[in-house]
């Protein structure tokens, strides 16, 4: 089993990696790729202000000297916080970094205990035109490679790094509120929620789609179905 969450564009880069990259030659060509673009070419690719441009760009050509951290410890959006990595047992630690992949454009599938730097990349991002592949595409063996080894995928990534995930039985869990009448999936919450329950798979050692928790900070989890061989989509509920 493995667990995918989506990475966050804020980071603060610390810790010490103690795991090895995914595929650390493919970084490399990206990274080469990225030093040999204009900066107004990088800006449109990247979509980025003026004011973060000069930064970004001097990142990509400084890449080699720039400062290295832990995955889990240095991305520190709302579901890093909420995951929670640093306080997790040493038992739940040592379960995240082998089960937990987290998703990233520019180093594939990271371990919490990989490292990273202070990176501006996304899958969306249309920076390999001159190679007339997209980023999905450039990752897709390797990530097709690595899943396939797995019995089943708990899904808690956005969409933008779900659909690089193909496996048979992928269960996506989503987070929905009711709010005027209409279940409806708020990004916030979501995104609190996805790094709580990434936390209590970790520290609970779950493996099996049973042990999922049924209530978590006031979201009530769906009956599971019936035939779970299949990949589905099930939800945690809150009424608010």
Not at 16 to 38: R, W
Not at 93 to 117: D, E, M, Q, R, T
Request: net charge negative; hydrophobic share 40%; glycine share 6%.
């Amino acid at each position: 089993m493995k667990l995918i969450i989506s990475p966050s564009k804020t980071k603060d880069i610390k810790g010490t990696p103690s795991a090895p990259m995914f595929a650390p030659h493919m970084t490399e060509q990206i990274v080469k790729y990225m030093q040999g673009i204009s900066k107004d070419v990088l800006g449109k690719a990247l979509k980025i202000k003026e004011t973060v441009l000069d930064e970004v760009y001097a990142f990509y050509q400084n890449y080699d000297s720039e400062v290295e951290g832990m995955a889990a410890l240095s991305y520190n959006g709302l579901s890093f916080k909420n995951f929670d990595y640093d306080g997790l047992s040493e038992t739940g630690k040592a379960f995240a970094n082998s089960h937990v992949w987290i998703g990233s454009a520019l180093y594939g599938l990271v371990a919490p205990n990989s490292g990273i730097k202070g990176y501006r990349l996304d899958l969306i991002d249309p920076v390999l035109k001159e190679e007339k592949i997209n980023l999905y595409a450039w990752w897709q063996p390797l990530v097709d490679a690595a899943v396939d080894g797995e019995d089943w995928i708990i899904n808690l990534a956005s969409k933008e790094y779900s659909k690089w995930i193909h496996h048979p039985k992928m269960v996506t869990i989503e987070f929905l509120e009711y709010r005027n009448g209409v279940w409806k999936q708020l990004s916030t919450s979501s995104k609190q929620m996805r790094g709580s329950l990434a936390h209590y798979i970790c520290e609970h050692q779950v493996t099996e789609l049973s042990q999922l928790p049924k209530e978590l900070k006031g979201f009530v989890l769906d009956s599971l179905p019936e035939n779970s061989e299949e990949s589905f989509t099930i939800a945690y509920r809150k009424q608010v």
